[in-house]
Each structure stands twice: as C-alpha cells, then as structure tokens.
C-alpha cells in the first residue's frame, strides 16, 4: 500500500523556520520525483518545490526561493521541505507528492498525495 505522510507543520511566528517531513511506503522511492505543494485558503494549489529521482530540485515558486529548500534521505524514504523566514503569506496546507522521475509542475503528473499539513504563520 503506497503511503505518504506529511509532518511538522504548525504555528510559527513571522520569520520563524519550520521542516515539513514526507515519509514515504510502499514503493521504491527512487524511483519517483518528490514534489511539495501547498493550497492556501480560496486559492489553487500549486507546486512550491520537487527534488527529482536523481537529487536535482527545482523552485517553481518566486516567492519561495532563497527561504525554501527541498531534499530528500533515501535511506529513510523521506523528503524534507525546510522553510526559513516565512511569512504570512506561506500560510497553506502543504502537501507532498509522488510522481515520475522527473520534476514538472503540473500536479495531475504526480500519481500519489499524502493527505497534508498545516502550516500558519501568524503572531
């Protein structure tokens, strides 16, 4: 059974830092590109960061880059997304997700989802 699980999401204040964490069952995880997306309240979800089969990430967000970072540990079949300075605005539930090797933005190419994290950054 293929599985996703997102943790560490959480109330944080205004320039603070948080690490969400994917971990992953149920297949071979190296196999697949990791992507971390996130839906904020009447907005469309939208993909933030992907970390490919191979270790290469790519930022589809600007206003992410610089704050946000991806990996993953294979060992362990998970995938981390680190948040440093965040603002108001990364409020949104995050979502990690499971797809082909390679990273796309487009979430209808990631086959598996965990049923997402709560991130709100409020003082």
């Known amino acids: 059974q293929v599985q996703l699980v997102e943790s560490g999401g959480g109330l944080v204040q205004p320039g603070g830092s948080l690490r969400l964490s994917c971990e992953i069952s149920g297949f071979n995880v190296g196999n697949y590109a990791i992507g971390w997306f996130r839906q904020a309240p009447g907005k469309e979800r939208e993909v933030v960061l992907c970390?490919?089969?191979?270790?290469?990430?790519?930022s589809y967000t600007d206003s992410v880059r610089g704050r946000f970072s991806i990996s993953r540990d294979g060992a362990r079949s998970t995938a981390y997304l680190q948040m440093n300075s965040l603002k108001p605005e990364d409020t949104a539930v995050y979502y990690c997700?499971?797809?082909?090797?390679?990273?796309?933005?487009?979430?209808?190419?990631?086959?598996?989802w965990g049923q997402g994290t709560q991130v709100t950054v409020s003082s």
């Open positions: 997700a499971a797809g082909r090797p390679e990273c796309y933005s487009t979430s209808a190419l990631y086959g598996y």
């Open positions: 970390i490919s089969s191979r270790g290469a990430s790519t």
